[in-house]
């Protein structure tokens, strides 16, 4: 499959793909389409920046009908931010076939979330768990039409314990479905999930699109004292000047505190972590896109998820818990063929953590003592 024509999509699905500039499919794409217009129930590894929100929304609004002013397709994300982001090009996809996309999540008005489901003005539903399951047991939101329920970023949904809020979504949906399960990851935890949700039958793909990125990442780690890190944070900015730059941090207090600190030396910075409000949060980073500010201090939550263009810097505030952990922060970085750098500041005691981080990632990054 070379071209999306090759798939037999509708005219009205193929405008919604040149509207978005999409003209050759990704490895995902082409893998799973066929298996998913086919209705075929599937389990896929792959990540953001894969494009398997298209892997999995082209056939949704190819399915899906406009004549029915019901809820159809179910997708259910860990995140308020990736929510925002599957509903745009949901919406875009299916913007030539009149299709109505809903997003649901915490932080926003549910009772103007409640008009829009009375109304029947939505073929498809994007959500996090906890709105999702706050609006069934309200009586607001009906699944009796459901034909397609996607669990994206399970991995992540089942970290932030969200996976008994989404068994009581699931119970409340039909049987007689097609579900789909993306994890950027697939440990037994997933693949249990998987037995419980998807038929039998289902397919399997795994794409692993972190290890060709890690060789277009230059990865360098500075082995720093105690107290000494936020000094060697400074030289490291200063000589990145004005690059766009993540820098990793383990608290959400620390995040903060770091990024008053940086803003007191002259750099334009911003904070961001799960606490703050989702309209504050949209600001941040619709401002770190468009360069009102260069450097991003961020928890985790910037870490996965988040489709952030032209990152030339990652820097890890201390290292994170986990290799792969370590692979999404950096992967921020070295993205769409383009070279990137990420550097982590590391304590004494972090030692055996790097060492375990190098081997699962099977990679060597230079390794500097100051």
Same mark, same amino acid.
């Given at each position: 499959m070379s071209n999306f024509k090759d798939f037999g999509l509708s005219k009205a699905v193929l405008q919604g793909l040149q509207f978005l500039g999409y003209e050759t499919p990704t490895p995902i794409q082409k893998e799973a389409i066929p298996i998913l217009l086919q209705g075929r129930d599937l389990i896929a590894q792959a990540q953001t920046g894969t494009g398997k929100t298209a892997s999995f929304? $082209?056939?949704l609004v190819e399915k899906v009908s406009p004549k029915i002013p019901k809820v159809q397709a179910l997708i259910i994300v860990p995140t308020r @931010?990736?929510?925002?982001?599957?509903?745009?090009?949901?919406?875009?996809?299916? *913007?030539?076939?009149?299709?109505?996309?809903?997003?649901?999540?915490?932080?926003?008005s549910i009772q103007i979330q409640r008009s829009f489901l009375k109304k029947g003005l939505c073929h498809l539903v994007v959500g996090t768990p906890g709105r999702l399951k706050d609006l069934l047991q309200r009586g607001y939101l009906?699944?009796? &039409? +459901?034909?397609?329920? !996607?669990?994206? @970023?399970?991995d992540r949904m089942l970290e932030m314990g969200f996976i008994e809020d989404i068994e009581e979504i699931?119970?409340?949906?039909?049987?007689? %479905?097609? /579900?789909?399960?993306?994890?950027? /990851?697939?440990?037994? &935890?997933?693949?249990?999930?998987?037995?419980?949700? #998807?038929?039998?039958?289902?397919?399997?793909?795994? $794409?692993?699109? &972190? @290890?060709?990125? #890690?060789? $277009?990442?230059?990865?360098?780690?500075?082995?720093?004292?105690?107290?000494? =890190?936020? @000094?060697k944070l400074i030289h490291l900015l200063q000589?990145?000047?004005? =690059?766009?730059?993540?820098i990793f941090t383990h608290t959400k207090r620390e995040a903060e505190i770091l990024a008053e600190k940086l803003r007191n030396y002259g750099f334009k910075v911003e904070a961001l972590h799960g606490d703050f409000s989702q309209k504050k949060r949209e600001y941040i980073l619709k401002g770190f896109r468009n360069?009102?500010?260069?450097?991003? +201090?961020?928890?985790?939550?910037? =870490?996965?998820?988040?489709?952030?263009?032209? !990152?030339?810097? !990652?820097?890890?505030?201390?290292?994170p818990k986990d290799a792969d952990s370590y692979i999404h922060r950096i992967g921020r970085t070295g993205r769409a063929g383009k *070279?990137?750098?990420?550097? =982590?500041?590391?304590?004494?005691? &972090?030692?055996?953590?790097?060492?375990? $981080?190098?081997?699962? /990632?099977?990679?060597?990054?230079? !390794?500097? %003592?100051d």
């Open positions: 929304g $082209i056939p @931010e990736l929510a925002l982001q599957v509903s745009e090009e949901l919406r875009n996809l299916g *913007r030539f076939k009149r299709l109505f996309v809903l997003t649901l999540y915490g932080g926003k009906e699944l009796e &039409e +459901v034909k397609y329920l !996607v669990l994206d @970023e399970a699931v119970l409340k949906l039909p049987k007689d %479905r097609q /579900t789909l399960l993306f994890s950027a /990851t697939i440990p037994k &935890e997933i693949l249990r999930i998987g037995e419980k949700f #998807l038929k039998p039958d289902h397919a399997e793909i795994r $794409i692993k699109p &972190e @290890e060709p990125t #890690l060789n $277009i990442i230059d990865q360098k780690i500075y082995k720093t004292k105690q107290g000494e =890190s936020f @000094e000589a990145a000047f004005s =690059s766009k730059t993540i360069n009102y500010f260069n450097i991003l +201090v961020a928890t985790d939550v910037a =870490s996965r998820g988040l489709d952030i263009k032209d !990152v030339e810097l !990652v820097i890890n505030y201390g290292l *070279r990137g750098t990420a550097i =982590s500041l590391m304590l004494p005691q &972090e030692e055996k953590q790097l060492k375990a $981080i190098l081997f699962k /990632t099977k990679n060597s990054p230079k !390794v500097y %003592r």
